[in-house]
């Protein structure tokens, strides 16, 4: 079955410091990828998606970034951080099919 | 664009009864999935139960089960036997996309779901 990590866990970052979240997904090969955000009374708001190595697809524009360098790994980035980037976030794959999602454990940031 | 709503913040239900969360959809496709996740205070997300568009026949697994109107873009849960320790946020969510690396997974507000004992 199909197994996404994600790290770390938690953070706490300053106010225009980087930022880098890191997904790898087990089980797999060729998985559509995912980053969501989880805001408080907002569900969960797709924030960028990739169908392979390298192809990166963006739903918000906003402050942050994302990369596929490899065909299981999956990275969030910030070059400088603001208070709004603040929240949960969460990494998610299919396996192509597009008949279920899983999801890594999250990624709590706190932008201070 | 397609849009996931969900119009219960929050519900209650008692230990052992039963109970219905709602979700409604927009969407012009004809071919997609729904699907509902449970997300407890631990924060991973758990696939309860899934509906591809096609099938007539309502989703079922054990004591989860869903009332999918297709015509009606409704698309709820229903929760029977309810149990400690099913209190956790549910989240409804629509697959979007007709090919694959057009998937896309749309998720409504949620609604939090206290379990009485």
């Known amino acids: 079955s199909q197994t996404i990590h994600q790290w770390p866990a938690t953070l706490v970052q300053p106010v225009g410091s980087p930022l880098s979240l890191e997904c790898t997904v087990e089980?797999?090969?060729?998985?559509?990828l995912y980053w969501y955000r989880q805001a408080a009374g907002r569900g969960l708001q797709l924030l960028f998606y990739?169908?392979?190595?390298?192809?990166i697809s963006s739903e918000v524009p906003q402050n942050l970034s994302a990369s596929r360098p490899q065909d299981r790994q999956f990275i969030l980035s910030s070059k400088k951080l603001l208070l709004s980037d603040s929240g949960f976030y969460l990494c998610?794959?299919?396996?192509?099919?597009?008949?279920?999602?899983?999801f890594g454990e999250g990624s709590w940031l706190t932008v201070v | 664009a397609q849009t996931v709503t969900q119009s219960q913040p929050e519900m209650s239900v008692q230990e052992a009864e039963t109970v219905t969360l709602s979700c409604t959809y927009d969407?012009?496709?004809?071919?997609?999935?729904l699907f509902w996740y449970k997300q407890p205070p631990s924060r991973q997300m758990i696939l309860v139960i899934r509906?591809?568009?096609?099938?007539?026949q309502n989703a079922t697994e054990n004591r989860f089960s869903v009332n999918f109107q297709k015509a009606a873009k409704s698309f709820s849960l229903k929760i029977s036997d309810s149990q400690l320790g099913d209190a956790a946020m549910y989240f409804c969510a629509y697959r979007s996309g007709r090919f694959p690396g057009t998937y896309k997974y749309i998720f409504g507000t949620g609604t939090r779901l206290k379990v009485l004992a």
């Open positions: 509906q591809e568009a096609y099938k007539q």
């Open positions: 998610a794959g299919d396996r192509g099919s597009g008949n279920t999602i899983y």
């Open positions: 969407t012009s496709e004809s071919d997609y999935y």
């Open positions: 089980g797999t090969s060729n998985p559509n």
């Open positions: 990739s169908v392979g190595i390298g192809q």
